[in-house]
């Protein structure tokens, strides 16, 4: 009954993930409507949740939240396990943990692949600004780190492979790639945050994958090798990772998106509230949510150091259930 | 297409009343967990969180299905009221996040002595306090006549509910909700003490009528409201949204509550046999 109950739940914040995200990627790709003279008509419900970007976004999101709350999770056990490596209930919990969160991490990029040529086929000037590419060009490089300069319209300080991005985004290493002066400049999403955030997400999320398939080697040749004291020490720094990805994340497909709320349909602009003020309410919700996240911290603080100490019996061991 | 936006305005009051019955109490409960002093506050404030622990966390949900039944099925109204009501509207929604934070930090500090309990305890009073008055508040504006819908967009925060009808509407629901609160705590008491059988005899039937008051006056309330929404401009089938949305809608509805209310048929099976044989909860 325990289970079936966390399984229930389980389930239940997997569907409701995957449903605001539809909600997301109809922003991204608004569909299921005919817009006449600035309203909305023909509106099929069905097609607008079925959007072209759902499925992209839905899988990446999933396999991130797995992933972010993988890494969480087992960062913590990691600490426990450096100051005592023989109890039984970290190691077991550090194992599921990794398994989870190692398996998404694995994925992630395959997934974000899957990403990131839908954005270029679809969204060509958010693809631009991740990419910090301002000429449109054929053979178009990958560009690593670097400085979009958005007044000159170069990207200064990049390690750039020859090629790389036109091959990642289009299969093609010859395949044209728009550039963001390819579109007016009052369409041009912010290149420096997007790109700065898009270089966020890979970079964490490449840390983690390499965690995680090294994991598996080392589980491959005795599980007493998860439990080393350097090994450790890479997963309690990679723990924060998965969260800082998500939210990486986040701001590239938003802050991608800008100038629009709903792509091409509504400026954000246009859609923010008439009511004045909104600072006031801001600053209030940022010191509520602060306040509470302190408070949420410390007392999980507590929980952990509570956690069992001592070798546990191998069968029966109590399971941290990890919710998204 | 009119009868399907009847029904889901139907769907808005029929979650606001299943609100009030099974939010109200745990609304009232923080204001009771207020209202104990002495020396047995501390033994009232975990008698009520006891009571209210198992189920509280279900409640939200009433006021998210009429939420998102306004926001769906009539974004006009949804549109007017968020945007003319901004101002109690926010501070609800705080009430109301302050309100779940603070049960359940209070939850982690149950058995002990120190401050964190009383602390906690007190946000959870006095944001179980004001969520009602803000609700009723929302709801009396609605109903007063005094929110203009625009032709155009609606123009920004209005200060219609700063007038006595509102408050009074507030007031009533924070009474409404404190009463019910309380019938539900002296049933709960009279199971964790001894005497069970002689006294839950009386409490169903009181617990009942409480109940049916509530149900009364919010489908009275309902019925003056009908035909509007938000009087006097938008009428129900002029706020609705499309015939493929609603009827989508209360597709979703309907197979919600297949899944939903056995769910909480058994929660309240659960938790109601452990009460009647006097067992405290496991956590
Ligand atoms: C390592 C290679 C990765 C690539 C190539 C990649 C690619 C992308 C792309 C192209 C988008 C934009 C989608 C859009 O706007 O439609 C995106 C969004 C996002 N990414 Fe990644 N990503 C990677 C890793 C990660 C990791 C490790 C995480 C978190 C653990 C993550 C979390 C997210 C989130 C939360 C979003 C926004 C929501 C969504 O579109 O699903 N990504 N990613």
Redesign the interface.
Known sequence: MHLLAGIGVALGGLLSGVLVVSANAWMNSPAGFLLRDGIATAVDPLAAMANPAWATEAVHMSLAAYAASGFAVAGIHAYKLLRDRENLFHRHALAIALTVGGTAAVLLPVSGDFNARFVAKDQPVKLAAMEGQFRTERGAPLRIGGIPDAAKGTTRFAIEIPRGLSLLAFHDPDAEVKGLEAFPREEWPNPLLVHAAFQVMVACGSAMAAVALFAALLAWKSSENLVRPPFLLAVLCCSPLGIVAVEAGWTVTELGRQPWVIRGVMRTAEAVTPVGGLALPFAFFSALYLALGISAAWLLRREVSKSPSFPAPADGTPVPETEE | MHDLSFLAAGGILVSLILYALLGGADFGGGVWGLLGSGPRAGAQRLLIAHAIGPIWETNHIWVVIAVVILFTAFPPAFALI??AL?VPV?LML?GI??RG?AFA?HS?HLHDEGGGMRRWGSVFACASLLTPVLLGVVIGAVSSGSLRAQST?????SAAWLSPFPFSVGLLTLAVFSYLAGLVFLAATAALGAHVSLLLRSYPVARICAAAQAIVVLAGWGGAQYPFLVRPDLTIPAAA??H??LR?ILIALAAGGVLLFPAIFLLFWVFKKEAVFGRSRKT
């Open positions: 968020s945007t901004f926010t705080a996040v302050l934070a930090f982690y967009a609606p123009l920004g925060a949204s499309s493929a949305s989508l």
